[in-house]
């Protein structure tokens, strides 16, 4: 397979896991694990989204970081090399065409929560949150909704901050944003841990979110724990393989999977614990509130405690932070292709992916207005169809797909130069859990993804 360019590694220390995590953490930890751990229960269904990081999310991202890693190109052409390799059917190549068409899938309707979260940071920084009810916060949140206009300048903006830093390089535009992005997102967050300590229901929260009732554990929860566990990871879909490649030879996979997975499970857990912290102590306010959680639950809290202009706006700059690191992964994978495989200029490819993915947006904008009654696929509106697809069908897919890969087509020989600064314990687990337990794992959610029947 052609590859006109030559891959850029990131020298310095800690790049490869700042962006890792950086793609891992984002609306998946602060918007959807807080308020599915409210829905689900607390600490029954914190317990079983940890133990699907450790069997299914933490081999599966080793597996796509040795496969971009031992290929040193982006997902579409290291699946190809790869299966040349390997002397092993083209067909697995689907897993590159997949991933780049699942970014694009995803990041279309991420930027637009994503650009929710810039309309909130505004409102935050000028005071509106200031004395919100529960009704008031509703309102406020519907209005958001029905404005067309207004969703989709934020969308726009989203998007055009995303296409800049790919548009900028690997080096210069993923590595030197990674690098600033990412101490801030923690700073912020300790800041609000610290807020949460002082000024929240602390213990409260943390009751709610670590203690543990049997009766919880149920094997809907249990679906959606290993669903999540995916997503939050960005596995299934090549954004980790793209950033493998640019990883150095020298560093141990192992040992940064556990410190990407750890850190993203910490920024859920902490989010959460302040998340919960803040809202226990705002009288009237519950909460197992579902999506409206972050949009219209926490201003209210915000709103009505002391110095809450500055941790709502300290909270949306954190959201927007994490939220900008992943949607640069989205794309990436697509980039890398356009660039390496026909030399296109970056700047041309990530406007050119940008603006599909941008117009792809539109129909999940008019989703929460326009076209709210008209169903796309399944009876859903285009918004919750593009969710459905991208996380119930095509990361689940892309993971069974990389586990099997890996798990049963790459020989050692192919592996064995890449593993070599793995520790022995590691590898005589690894193996076995990738072809064993996550693909039948990944196989479940997705049959039950496709056919909720089986609940
Ligand atoms: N992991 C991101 C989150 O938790 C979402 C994501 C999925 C990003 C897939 C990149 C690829 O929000
Ligand atoms: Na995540």
Same mark, same amino acid.
Not at 419 to 425: M, T
Not at 433 to 440: F, G, N
């Given at each position: 397979m052609k590859r006109l360019k030559q891959h850029v590694i990131w020298g310095q220390r800690g790049s490869f896991i700042l962006a890792a995590t950086g793609s891992a953490v984002g609306l998946g930890n602060i918007w959807k694990f807080p308020y599915i751990t409210g829905e689900n229960g607390g600490g029954a269904f914190v317990l079983m989204y940890l133990c699907c990081i450790l069997l299914i999310g933490m081999p599966i991202m080793m597996a796509e970081i040795l496969m971009g890693r031992r290929a040193r190109a982006n997902p579409i052409l290291a699946t190809a090399e790869l299966c040349e390799a390997a002397k092993v059917s083209k067909g697995w190549t689907i897993i590159g065409w997949m991933g780049a068409l699942a970014g694009l899938v995803i990041l279309s309707f991420y930027t637009v929560i994503a650009g929710w979260t810039l309309e909130y940071l505004s409102g935050a920084l000028q005071g509106q949150f200031d004395g919100l009810t529960g009704e008031s916060s509703q309102a406020l949140f519907d209005g958001l909704l029905a404005n067309t206009d207004q969703m989709l300048q934020w969308h726009t903006l989203f998007t055009a901050m995303t296409v800049v830093i790919l548009a900028l390089g690997v080096s210069r535009g993923l590595e030197s944003s990674v690098r600033f992005m990412m101490p801030m997102l923690f700073v912020l967050l300790l800041v609000l841990l610290g807020y949460a300590m002082m000024e929240g229901e602390f213990v409260t929260s943390l009751r709610f979110m670590f203690s543990f009732n049997p009766q919880d554990l149920s094997w809907e929860a249990a679906l959606i724990a290993m669903g999540h566990s995916f997503f939050t990871l960005s596995l299934g879909m090549g954004a980790i393989m793209a950033y493998g490649a640019y990883m150095p030879s020298n560093q141990s996979v192992g040992h940064t999977v556990m410190m990407v997975a750890l850190l993203d499970a910490l920024v859920a857990l902490v989010a959460g614990v302040a998340i919960f912290a803040?809202?226990?102590?705002?009288?009237?306010?519950?909460?197992?509130?579902?999506?409206?959680?972050?949009?219209?639950?926490?201003? *209210? $809290?915000?709103? &009505?405690?002391?110095? +809450? !202009?500055?941790?709502?706006?300290?909270?949306?700059?954190?959201? %927007?932070? #994490?939220?900008?690191?992943?949607?640069?992964?989205?794309?990436?994978?697509? *980039? $890398?292709?356009? &660039?390496?495989?026909? +030399? !296109?200029?970056?700047?041309?490819?990530?406007?050119?992916?940008? %603006?599909? #993915?941008?117009?792809?947006?539109?129909?999940?904008?008019?989703?929460?207005?326009?076209?709210?009654?008209?169903?796309?696929?399944?009876?859903?509106?285009?918004?919750?169809?593009?969710?459905?697809?991208?996380?119930?069908?095509?990361?689940?897919?892309?993971?069974?797909?990389?586990?099997?890969?890996?798990?049963?087509?790459?020989?050692?020989?192919?592996?064995?130069?890449?593993?070599?600064?793995?520790?022995?314990?590691?590898?005589?687990?690894?193996?076995?859990?990738?072809?064993?337990?996550?693909?039948?794992?990944?196989?479940?959610?997705?049959?039950n993804g496709i056919f909720p029947v089986l609940r």
């Open positions: 803040f809202v226990f102590a705002t009288p009237g306010i519950s909460a197992g509130s579902g999506p409206g959680l972050m949009f219209v639950t926490l201003p *209210v $809290a915000f709103g &009505n405690m002391s110095a +809450g !202009l500055v941790v709502g706006s300290v909270f949306f700059v954190m959201v %927007m932070l #994490a939220a900008w690191t992943s949607t640069i992964s989205l794309l990436e994978p697509g *980039v $890398a292709y356009l &660039n390496e495989r026909f +030399g !296109l200029h970056r700047v041309l490819a990530s406007l050119l992916l940008g %603006m599909i #993915a941008w117009t792809m947006g539109l129909g999940s904008i008019w989703s929460f207005n326009d076209w709210a009654e008209k169903p796309f696929l399944w009876g859903k509106t285009w918004f919750d169809s593009m969710d459905f697809i991208a996380t119930n069908i095509m990361l689940p897919l892309g993971g069974v797909l990389i586990a099997l890969f890996v798990g049963w087509k790459l020989r050692d020989e192919h592996l064995l130069h890449e593993l070599k600064y793995e520790s022995s314990w590691l590898l005589r687990w690894w193996r076995p859990v990738l072809r064993y337990i996550s693909p039948v794992a990944v196989l479940i959610v997705l049959i």
